[in-house]
Nanobody
Framework: QVQLVESGGGLVQPGGSLRLSCAASGSIFSINAMGWYRQAPGKQRELVAAITSGGSTNYAGSGKGRFTISRDNAKNTMYLHMNSLRPEDTAVYYC??????????????WGQGTQVTVSS
């Protein structure tokens, strides 16, 4: 089992910045990729950014060029730096971890979510 806890959300003005954190615990040895997703009311949950076990990163949607995903392996923590925030970035942001083992196969774990509100 993998446990994920997000933090760092809050209210920020348009154009501002925010850093989200995701602390992982449990069977973290099985994690081969992590990512950030977001979901606004009435919308589908969408991928924001992902980072693989090899350190490669991918960005999706409007976060490209404004958001940066990173991780600190020593602290078992993943981060999402968000710059130039827009009102349309308002959503609940979720931490995701993909676990893969030979016996159990692939499974996705999710944090409880942290609210990001961009408003003046």
């Amino acid at each position: 089992q993998v446990q994920l806890v997000e933090s760092g959300g809050g209210l920020v003005q348009p154009g501002g910045s925010l850093r989200l954190s995701c602390a992982a615990s449990g069977s973290i040895f099985s994690i081969n990729a992590m990512g950030w997703y977001r979901q606004a009311p009435g919308k589908q949950r969408e991928l924001v950014a992902a980072i693989t076990s090899g350190g490669s990163t991918n960005y999706a949607g409007s976060g490209k060029g404004r958001f940066t995903i990173s991780r600190d392996n020593a602290k078992n923590t993943m981060y999402l730096h968000m710059n130039s925030l827009r009102p349309e970035d308002t959503a609940v942001y979720y931490c995701n971890a993909r676990s893969r083992t030979v016996v159990a196969g692939t499974h996705d774990y999710w944090g409880q979510g942290t609210q990001v509100t961009v408003s003046s």
